[in-house]
């Protein structure tokens, strides 16, 4: 009879883990061995699937380049693991944008930092509106030439961001954009290279479910803070 009893409650426990496992809420945005549901943008560099993981390599002398998911997001939970060579410093987009009305298509918006120890990495970056966003410090929490863990928490204006379960930035700002893709840069350098950085068990939380439909398609619309501004007017002589 004990052992009936302990049988049946064992596999409630396993029952209820499983359970929680599926209810969690997170959604893989890579199925370890195809590109599907991204989209690349900007530079030439090359992203391929080797061994379950997103390998993006430095082509030479190309611009920044960007591989973006097709869905837009907005409030979100996002986990993901980074390695990175030292010689590289790279990011992952949030809430970003791309459109052929703001500088023929260049990806702009938040980026969480990604480089090597002692670095800047998960910090917020404003790529091609306007610089840093983040007032940052430099950490070690990165372990360099190995994996990493980052965790991404975007809620309205509020950005936080953990490296390996440390807390690294916790930033409210009004001016970032709200809504977007999330993107995988591969940085440009020069005449260098190559390098790469590889990205897996990419998966993410939709926090505002009821406005999923709403949303889609404003990936290609720019973010407000980066509108272009008129030029002065020359003063008449």
Known sequence: MFY???TATLLVALLATVTAA???GF???FDGKTLKGWTQYNGKATYKVEDGAIVGTTEKGSPNSFLCTDQAYDDFELIFDVKVDSSLNSGVQIRSCSSKDYNKGRVHGPQVEIEKSPGESAYIYGEACGGWISKK???KLMKNDDWNTVRVIAKGPRIQTWINGEAVED???DQMSKVGFIGLQVHGVGNNGPFQVRWKNLKIKDLSPATAKS???KQFKPAPQVKSKPKPKKDKK
């Open 4 to 6: 009936r009893i302990a």
């Open 215 to 217: 949303r889609q398609g």
């Open 27 to 29: 959604v893989s945005l």
């Open 171 to 173: 930033l409210t700002n």
């Open 22 to 24: 599926a209810d969690d």
């Open 137 to 139: 410090a430099t950490h």
